[in-house]
């Protein structure tokens, strides 16, 4: 019996007000605990105990709060095989992913301690006056995550907002609800911080909707999809609160005829095929200059026929681990057959086995099909040819999405000139699109989110709020 056992956590563990939560299996559908259910009704108290707790947290100062971080880093490292497991049967992940997962987590923690000592007040000096401007929490944060990541995009958000001073109250996804939060309390505690600082408080749609227009949560910091974010957005702008929204992406590649075919479709089997491509930043666009176009598909084909697919807690060797649940299988199997309807070529792939959905190539698809208009969020790369990057950058304008874009050539001046003119947030250069690193915002453009969400130093705009104190001489 865990201590979170049919609980969610409000400083302590009790029962949810909306009942409890089978937290299952994703490759079998076993039932491997029961946790508690979050309701709205749960908001009030965990706001109550999260604005005691920050003000004392804020006045630590900046060291004992950054030395806290540093600590529950090494807690994550400690316990890293039981994090690793349930991120492998709770979310699906290869154990390769859930260790490179884990090593996200800890470089977040440190990019927060970073954060927390940068804090430094600035003055202005004139003739007549003394200013000092600072830096402070904004007090309670609200964090909402999706399944695909559950510790480092929790972490990402709850990390940095505790290095500043904030109070948290993380709603994670239901099915990922101990892998995305349900661990982190005694995490907490093993590192020493106040148990009041973070509430988990796994919910559906009614808790992130509180969280949103809640008038003591100061900001809110969601990942997921597009349509949640515009509802967690309007929510949260009725209380002027801060928002960070890092939402869906479809993201272009542009391949040109004097690329590296050989590392650019290396990095494209990494780029729509990690975790079975249930990330945002996933490839989901292949626009590939004419010239090389056949034998780009043909080793895209070939490097991605390689990879097996399986339970990845019954075998560690497998590339690719199920999809997070029955219902998104079945979207994937419509959008592949549809395309195919219209127009694609089926290379490799397309059909499903149980909640296994295999690396699937569809070339010279329509730009009308499904699986290039919507965002597939599973292992679905479609491609077709371009005759110029005039051709390329009309396409991806038309797209209502900006997360991130890629191109692969071996002349990075044309690469940055063409890199300049494609409305996204991220462009990567002869490089996967799935790229992340803590000291570097991450950024949606267009209906992929609302500006730097996470990240760097920009995303201090989120989490802290200014404060101008001036002294008249």
């Known amino acids: 019996m865990t201590e979170w056992s049919e ?7 009790r029962p949810g007000s909306a009942g409890t939560l089978d937290v299952t299996e994703v490759a079998t559908g076993e039932t491997l605990a029961v946790a508690g259910l979050a309701g709205a009704d749960d908001v009030d108290p965990a706001v109550r105990v999260a604005e005691a707790a920050q003000r004392e947290w804020a006045a630590r100062g900046a060291e004992e709060r950054a030395e806290g971080l540093e600590r529950l880093r090494d807690v994550i490292a400690r316990h890293a095989e039981r ?29 927060a301690t970073n954060l ?141 005829e004097d690329a590296d075919l050989e590392a650019a479709a290396t990095c494209a089997v990494t780029s729509s095929f990690l975790h079975s491509g249930q990330i945002c930043m996933a490839a989901g666009q292949y626009l590939v200059h004419e010239a090389v176009y056949g034998e780009f ?54 059909t499903p086995t149980g909640r296994f959905f295999p690396a699937t190539v569809l070339s010279d698809i329509a730009t009308e099909a499904p699986a290039w208009c919507d965002e597939a969020f599973g292992p679905i790369a479609p491609l077709r040819p371009v005759a110029s990057t005039e051709e390329a950058l009309t396409s991806i304008r038309r797209s209502a999405f900006g997360l991130v874009a890629a191109i692969h050539t071996v002349d990075i001046d044309r690469a940055q000139a063409l890199a300049a003119r494609i409305p996204a947030g991220t462009i990567r250069i002869n490089d996967v699109t799935n790229h992340d690193d803590p000291r570097t915002p991450m950024v949606g453009w267009k209906s992929s989110g609302n500006g730097a969400a996470f990240g760097g130093a920009e995303m201090l705009d989120l989490i802290t709020t200014v404060k101008l104190t001036s002294v008249r001489r």
């Not at 148990?195 to 949103?212: E, K, M, Q, T, Y």
């Not at 227009?213 to 929510?235: C, M, N, Q, W, Y």
């Open 7 to 13: 609980s969610i956590y409000i400083d302590g563990w």
């Open 83 to 111: 994090l690793s497991c349930w991120l492998v049967r709770e979310a699906g992940a290869t154990r390769q992913k859930a260790e490179r997962e884990l090593r996200a987590a800890r470089a977040e923690l440190d990019h």
């Open 116 to 256: 927390a000592r940068s804090l430094a007040g600035r003055q202005v000096t004139t003739e007549e006056r003394q200013h000092v401007v600072n830096r402070l929490a904004v007090g309670v944060v609200a964090v909402i995550t999706p399944f695909n990541a559950p510790l480092v995009l929790a972490m990402r958000a709850v990390a940095p907002a505790l290095a500043v001073g904030n109070a948290v109250i993380l709603k994670p996804d239901p099915r990922t609800a101990v892998s995305g939060g349900l661990q982190y309390p005694a995490l907490l505690e093993d590192a020493g911080l106040p148990g009041g600082l973070l509430s988990v408080l796994p919910g559906g749609a009614d808790v992130g909707a509180r969280l949103s227009d809640h008038p003591g949560i100061r900001a809110v910091l969601f990942t997921g999809s597009t349509e949640a974010g515009h509802k967690v957005g309007e929510a949260a702008g009725r209380t002027l609160k801060r928002v960070g929204l890092e939402l869906g992406g479809n993201n272009p590649v542009i391949v040109l």
């Open 297 to 350: 598909v043909e080793l895209i084909v070939e490097k991605a026929a390689r990879l097996r697919v399986g339970d990845p807690w019954r075998d560690n060797t497998v590339d690719m681990g199920p999809i997070i649940d029955d219902r998104s299988v079945a979207r994937l199997a419509r959008m592949v057959e549809r395309s195919v309807g219209e127009g694609a070529v089926l290379r490799l792939g397309g």
